[in-house]
């Protein structure tokens, strides 16, 4: 498997048009496929996530499952421009504003949930570097 790569992540969902109208306008997905159950989002023909609409509950992070699901842009300025798209959509944060991974690291990014609490991340590579970690000795990841 030398070429094994992610292919698209399934998260299950309560509400399945409030939940297509957030990923398609906090990450400008298209929606490629719908009918009454899931709908399948990507970007330019490559599909990133496919939403199911098969629970009643909010995620919860206290169970086995799916920690968060990260996001990779170019630079620290797409990682602003993303969290101002997500502040205009009423969007809850974990910490205000870029968190490094970790205290003097160059990436870093934004971390926040959806409308059902799935946890999210958008991060770059660099750019980070001036970034305080909120927390000592902070992991690589926002969600301590």
């Known amino acids: 498997m030398n070429t094994l790569q992610t292919g ?5 969902v309560t509400d399945l048009d409030r939940s297509i109208a957030f990923y398609t306008r906090a990450f400008g997905f298209e929606v490629a496929g719908r009918d009454e159950g899931h709908a ?4 330019d023909g490559r599909l990133v996530v496919a939403l199911w609409r098969q629970t009643e509950a909010a995620a919860r992070t206290d169970v ?5 699901l990260s996001f990779q842009v170019d630079t620290i300025e797409e990682v602003r421009a993303a969290e101002e798209v997500l502040r205009g ?23 926040f949930s959806d409308p059902d609490g799935i946890r999210l991340e958008v991060y ?12 000592a000795g902070a992991p690589t990841c926002g969600f301590f």
């Open 8 to 12: 698209h992540v399934g998260l299950n």
């Open 124 to 135: 770059a590579p660099s750019g980070a570097e001036s970034a305080t970690a909120p927390v």
């Open 40 to 43: 399948l989002l990507g970007k």
């Open 89 to 111: 959509l009423g969007t809850r944060f974990t910490y205000d504003g870029i968190v490094p991974h970790g205290e003097g690291a160059a990436s870093g990014g934004i971390f």
């Open 64 to 68: 086995a499952g799916l920690h968060h």
